[in-house]
């Protein structure tokens, strides 16, 4: 399965972006798909998950309420909605899957996926 991240840029605190992850290869609709970020000097972060088959979605405690992610399986894409950005979502934001399902989808090592990140900086 090959990731194609796009949608990042230069915003202000309070402003929405939205990310989208273009997926093809294998049998992409049995997969989970989700999002990880990593900003300057610090580890590779969990921030949402979209499960496969159950269309259940997970997210990480700081972005719950502001962040949204779905699954557009006409066009093989998952997006990442973002709003009310604050200065701390400022990081690389990397597109991810994996086939089926982990309960350990919080983890980075289990996702056989990754696409390249997208830069995503909040200005305050």
């Known amino acids: 399965v090959q990731l194609q991240a796009s949608g990042g840029g230069l915003v202000q605190a309070g402003d929405s972006l939205r990310l989208s992850c273009a997926t093809s290869?294998?049998?992409?609709?049995?997969?989970?798909l989700g999002w990880f970020r990593q900003a300057p000097g610090k580890e590779r972060e969990f921030v949402a998950a979209?499960?496969?088959?159950?269309?259940?979605?997970y997210y990480t405690d700081s972005v719950k309420g502001r962040f949204t992610i779905s699954r557009d399986k006409s066009k093989n894409t998952v997006y990442l909605q973002m709003n009310g950005l604050k200065s701390e979502d400022t990081a690389v934001y990397y597109c991810?899957?994996?086939?089926?399902?982990?309960?350990?989808?919080?983890?980075?090592?289990?996702?056989?996926?990754w696409g390249l990140g997208t830069q995503v900086t909040v200005s305050s």
């Open positions: 290869g294998g049998t992409s609709s049995s997969y989970s």
């Open positions: 979209f499960r496969w088959p159950t269309s259940s979605t």
């Open positions: 991810v899957a994996r086939l089926n399902w982990s309960v350990q989808y919080y983890n980075p090592g289990q996702y056989e996926h």
